[in-house]
Structure formats: C-alpha cells, structure tokens
C-alpha cells in the first residue's frame, strides 16, 4: 500500500526515507489567470501533499477591497495596501502609525482570528489524506512594517522607543494566542513568515534579530511541539546569517531562497531542518530552461537530501514559465526509486 500525503511528508520531516520528496506548488493568481490548462495539468500530474485549512471564523474581520486586483485593499489591521499590478498583492504608501505614542489607536488587531470552530476545522483535517496547514500565519516584523512603514520602523529598531517594545510585546502576545488556538486542532502544522533577507544578507544586524525576534520564533516553536505539531517558516532574502539559531530553536521546515545563498552553503544544516524548497524564481523558472530548472533540483538534492529534509516546492508566480515549473516536479520525481513512487 502506497503512503499517503500526510505520511510522505513526516517522513521527510523526520529524515526517514519517503518513497519521493513530498510536492508543493505555490500558484499566485497571476499564474491562474495566464496559464489555466497549464495549471491544471500540473495539479492533475503532481498533486501537492499539503492543503491549508480554513478557520470557518464565527466572526469575521474587517477588510476592504481585493488584494489582487489593481486599486486599493485594507487589511484586517486597518493598513491599507495600493496595487498597480493585477494578480500580485500592493504596498502600504500611508502608514497607520506615524507616532507609536499617538497613533497606536488606530491599529485594529483582529481578534476575530481567535473565534475559529474547531468541529469544522477537525471534519476538514479528517477529510484529507493530505499533511494540513493552519491558515493563520502571522508575520511580526512585516506586519510592524505595514503598520509604521519599513523606513520609520528601521530608525525605531536603532532607537528601540518604549512604545514600539510595548507594542511588540501586545503582538506576539496575540500572535501566540492565534497560534494556541490552531494547535488545539487537528492540523498537522502551524506555520508563520517574516522576509528577513536583502539579496545578500539579513536586514538588520543579526544580533539584534536574536535580541528581538529570535525569542519570539522560540515561542511559537514550543507552542507547536507541546501541541505535536511540526512548525514551518517562510523568509526571503539572504538568511544564512539566522540558519544556525532556526536550527537551535527546533524549526521544522523553512522555506528560503536556496539559489540567493547557495545550496551548498547551507549543507552543514541539512539533516538537522527540511528545506522547504525553493527552485530559484528570480532568474531560473523565469529566464532558465526546462534542463537549467532540472539541474537545480538535483542541486539541491546533492547538497540538502539527506535521506529526506527536503520538499519539492516552487512557486508559479508572475515570470514562470509553465514548462519550468513542470521540471521541477518531474526532476524530483526522477530523484525518487521508481518502484517506490506514489
């Protein structure tokens, strides 16, 4: 009897030999649009192993417009995001806060994320073979940029004001609780992403992210594990500076762009977190050929694979190529013994 999702990625997860590298495709909606047959025939020949489930929240948080659509969308925290590209998510020009002291009224923390009906939650994970995802995901520092803008938030981040440190305190307060809330349900993980990487390295000096958010990363990973759920993370950028302390913290599974730091610099971690992917979306699914996407994956696979710690995952996003992504998925399958496929 073949394994189903949920058992290929524990396997993965705990170095123990799956018959493949578990599939994950992320479609942005761009995608959809531009290639829907495309689409459809990668879902139809490389079904991912894992789905999101939703919160069925009894109450709903406010928001206003489309993210995806040119024009204006107002998030759940009152930021209000302006997109001039359809099929893509905005900016925030105009900041909520201009002043910690004065303006912190004006941030609506959507506590409607807490009022989640477990039952269904529970009916959706008994329903799937597949390994289930929270659909929460919160995202400090992002959010803190959303809210004060990245360039005002830098300067408090040197000066460290009382109001931010307070603020920072209520929102990890509050990530914690959204988190708390999803591992008393059937889920298999939990899951959160702030993008701390520039192209070349971290975007504030690593001793300061392990004096702030390092702690807070530390929290969510023992929510997690004291429920029996995996924690996965997303970041992008230049991240290798912060890979030795997601390691210590017990991380599960990261999703960093592995080409922007080089897979092999980052085999000393290999067999101690999974790589959730990724193929390199910047130069190689957009600009590279079916046989340049090929070779990445087994890349990757020469320097990570260490009896499982990887998944196969890509994003389909504005610049792919359909034909990219498709080697990508078929290299990881060729990677796997054939008489162990599923």
Known sequence: MSATSREIVHQSLAFAGPPRAPRDLWVLPIAAEKFPEELKALERDF??????????????????GNPHVIGEFTDEWGCTFINIQRGVIGEV?????????????????????????????NRDCAATQKFTFSAACPRPFEQLQFLRGSEDLYLDLAE????????????????????????????????????????????????????????????????????????????????????PDLVEIGMDAVNSQLFCMGPENLAPFAGKITFWGEIDRQHLLPDGTPADNEAAVRRVHQH?????????????????????????FAAWDKLAPAKTRS
Not at 47 to 64: K, N, V
Not at 169 to 180: A, D, G, N, Q, T
Not at 306 to 322: D, K, L, M, T, V
């Open 160 to 243: 460290l004001p009382r109001e931010l440190l307070e603020f920072m305190r209520e929102l990890h307060s509050f990530y914690c609780e959204v988190l708390e809330t999803w591992a008393r349900t059937d889920v298999d993980a939990l899951r959160f992403m702030d993008d701390w990487g520039s192209q070349r390295a971290l975007l504030i000096a690593p001793a300061l992210w392990r004096q702030l958010f390092k702690p807070m990363y530390r929290d969510y990973v023992q929510i997690a594990h004291q429920h029996g759920k995996k924690l996965f993370m997303h970041s992008d950028g230049h991240i290798t500076a912060i890979y």
């Open 47 to 64: 079904p991912s192993d894992f789905t999101a489930i939703s919160g069925h929240e009894r109450q709903t948080a406010p928001t206003r």
């Open 93 to 121: 020009k105009q900041p909520l806060v201009r002043d910690w002291a004065t303006d912190r009224r004006r941030i609506h923390v959507p506590r409607e994320w807490l009022t989640v009906d477990r039952d269904a939650v």
């Open 304 to 328: 990570l694979w260490r009896n499982g710690g990887c998944i196969a995952q890509c994003e389909f996003g504005p610049a792919a190529r359909p034909e990219n992504v498709r080697a990508v």
